[in-house]
């Protein structure tokens, strides 16, 4: 580990620990003088586990038991969450507090009440396990969003194609092989053409993927055309790229790799490596005019990259729909406000000339595994030809 890590290891703990105190220190001075049975440093004990439980789980995954590394990194991940919401929460509950003490928009009989700052406290609680909740819904029970799509080109016999996408799967502790379950269910259930997943298929680990089976599961979607994917910047993160691929397409789930395949010798799917493989591995990302090339440009280009980055790019090479992932469109409110800032397109369609665009807000979590503000999904697009 160079000293330039170090220094980024030694910052980050910094501001980690500092938020963790303030977040630790607001809970003592609202709940600790009416939990008679809670000594303060037991208390202080427990903010330490969990503050930094999914560091420890993510340090020492090779050598925690299974079950002990699960619970680890569910808590760590739901408290990463309550962290994100009480940093947007307290200040502004700090704030109604100073306002109030210049002119006074409470009622006295409340705000000089003893017990005001402990009333205070129980409904941030409350709202906060309300967010928890319902977000954990949010997150777990996907939705099926529908899109049609017009391609002016002809594709051989075929005169539509029902492509069920799902991308940021984030296979893992947390969105594990009984969700895995669900989705393959859910999959088979919109009786696909074709399942394209564009990044992303794991967390950030392979080991929950082989120790679980997982790829049993891929092999029982049921499509005319099969599984294709791409890889995205969570499946190169603690394994090399090469032993994910394998894995992959074991389970009957080729990754394209810069690649165009030609399907039924009716239309094309390319697959791109994301972006940021280049920094873990050898191999750099070819550029989208070299894949296409060699194409035949007659036939219809459907394009696999995880991150909707330079969308004029698709446009310039003739892709027909783009399909992409990475932004879960936020996952957490008010973030979405961000990706829709950062990215031209963070969710849902968009036309440019000939090129449509369908970024998807995922199906799986990163992080906490709640959604507030966007929701889960699976794509069904129905795509007619000339």
């Known amino acids: 580990m160079n000293k330039l890590m170090l220094l980024f290891a030694f910052i980050f703990l910094l501001i980690y620990g500092g938020i963790n105190y303030y977040i630790g220190l607001r809970g003592w001075q609202s709940f600790g003088i009416h939990i008679s049975f809670l000594n ?4 202080w004990v427990i903010i330490l586990l969990v503050a930094t439980a999914y560091i420890i789980s993510m340090l020492l995954a090779s050598y925690i038991p299974s079950m002990l590394l699960n619970t680890l990194n569910i808590i760590g991940s739901y408290w990463m969450g309550i962290i994100f919401y009480l940093l947007l929460i307290l200040p502004i509950v700090d704030l109604i507090k100073f306002l109030n003490k210049k002119i006074k928009f409470i009622p006295r009989s409340l705000s000089d009440n003893p017990n005001f700052s402990f009333i205070i406290s129980i409904v941030v609680v409350v709202l906060l396990v309300g967010v928890m909740v319902y977000g954990t819904w949010s997150g777990r029970n996907a939705k099926v969003t529908h899109y049609n799509v017009k391609i002016d080109k002809t594709a051989g016999n075929l005169k539509k194609l029902k492509v069920v996408m799902v991308s940021d799967i984030h296979l893992g502790s947390v969105v594990n092989n009984r ?3 669900k989705m393959v269910n859910e999959i088979n259930n919109l009786h696909p053409d074709i399942v394209l997943i564009p990044g992303d298929i794991i967390d950030s680990s392979l080991e929950p993927f082989v120790r679980e089976k997982m790829g049993d599961n891929f092999e029982r979607i049921k499509s005319t055309y099969g599984v294709y994917a791409c890889l995205g910047n969570h499946d190169g993160m603690r394994n090399k790229v090469e032993d994910g691929v394998k894995v992959f397409n074991a389970a009957g789930m080729p990754v394209l790799r810069d690649k165009a395949i030609l399907i039924n010798d009716s239309f094309y799917v390319i697959g ?5 493989l280049e920094a873990t591995t050898t191999v750099k990302r070819k550029s989208l005019s070299d894949i296409t090339k060699d194409l035949d440009k007659s036939k ?9 980055k330079n969308l004029d790019d698709a446009l310039k090479q003739g892709i ?6 990475h932004t879960h469109r936020g996952q957490l409110f008010p973030a979405n406000i961000v990706t829709n800032l950062i990215f031209e397109l963070d969710y849902g369609y968009l036309e440019k000339g000939n090129s449509k665009y369908i970024v998807s807000s995922g199906y799986g979590t990163w992080g906490p595994p709640i959604r507030l503000g966007s929701r889960s999904e699976i794509v069904e697009i129905n795509i007619k030809f000339k």
């Open 272 to 276: 791109r490596d994301d972006i940021s």
């Open 179 to 181: 969700r895995l379950t």
């Open 40 to 43: 303060n440093k037991v208390y």
């Open 320 to 325: 027909d729909l783009q399909l992409s992932g």
């Open 300 to 308: 219809a280009l459907i394009l696999m990259d995880h991150q909707p």
